[in-house]
């Protein structure tokens, strides 16, 4: 579909905005650009209480946590490793994240809507939201997390409206990512199993083929913790089932 396939939409504001992937990426990458100039040169701010608490953890590093998994461990401990013990390495990848967010959001909104010029409009407003803005410039489980779902709800759309097969490895890869930062990704395929079934009548089934590796892909993310968990008499289970106020918690 293109501009001039709708002229009721081709005179709004929002489908005069560039189109295509090339300025996503110049403005994630631009905006990537300017979060890293502002807290390498101006940010007045040390880390706040979470942020200092994983980047104890990343000098510590482990297969996962009492609390949360190991992603946010990780990848403090891969940016500081580069840049050094520095506020701005700290927070390098929720900088990242957001971007990689904003682009998936573009690429899922480009296959929904089928208008490239709704790309760039669909960036810009998730690195505007509250959300994203905030994670993108503090280094906790959040900014890597939604990322990961975008990234996501992009592969599992692909995979169920599409019927790209390669799509399901990527669903698998990006939930096993993602429960590595936290664990309520795993809410995600919950709505797209309800999404499958409102759509039912629309949708061709799956290869199962393609569904079997996507699940191997995003058990992958589960092996560490279950490790770590299973040398530490299962602390994390216990920790969540405190929060619940379960007993054995």
């Known amino acids: 579909m293109t501009e001039t396939d709708d002229p009721q939409l081709s005179h709004r504001g929002a489908f005069r905005w560039p189109a ?25 701010f040390t880390l706040i209480e979470d942020e ?13 946590y009492y609390s949360k998994g190991p992603g946010v461990a990780w990848a ?17 990848p929720a900088m990242i994240a957001c971007s990689i967010g904003s682009l998936a959001v573009a690429g899922l909104t480009k296959d929904i809507f089928q208008h490239p010029r709704l790309m760039l409009a669909s960036a810009v407003a998730y690195q505007a939201l509250p959300g994203p803005f ?4 503090l280094m906790t489980i959040d900014g890597p997390y939604l990322a990961c779902w975008a ?32 664990y309520t990704i795993l809410v995600l395929p919950v709505g797209l199993a309800l999404f ?3 759509c039912r009548t629309r949708l061709a089934l799956p290869k199962a083929g393609w569904v079997l590796a996507g699940l191997l892909c995003a058990l992958l ?23 619940l106020g379960v007993a054995g918690g």
Do not use: C, M
């Not at 905030?134 to 410039?137: E, P």
């Open 20 to 44: 295509g992937w090339t300025p996503v990426i110049l403005f994630a990458l631009g905006k990537l650009a300017l979060r890293l100039l502002f807290l390498a040169g101006f940010d007045p």
């Open 52 to 64: 200092a608490h994983y980047w104890e953890w990343s000098r510590r590093l482990g297969l996962s």
């Open 76 to 92: 403090i401990a891969a940016a500081t490793g580069l840049f050094g013990d520095v506020e701005w390495a700290v927070r390098l």
């Open 134 to 137: 905030t994670t993108g410039l």
């Open 151 to 182: 990234l996501a709800a992009w592969a599992g759309w692909r995979a169920r409206t599409q019927r790209a097969g390669p799509a399901w490895i990527a669903l698998g890869l990006t939930l096993a990512v993602g429960f590595l930062f936290k």
């Open 196 to 198: 499958s079934i409102a």
């Open 221 to 243: 993310g589960l092996v560490p913790i279950a490790i770590w968990n299973a040398q530490h008499d299962w602390a994390t289970v216990r920790h969540l089932l405190g929060h």
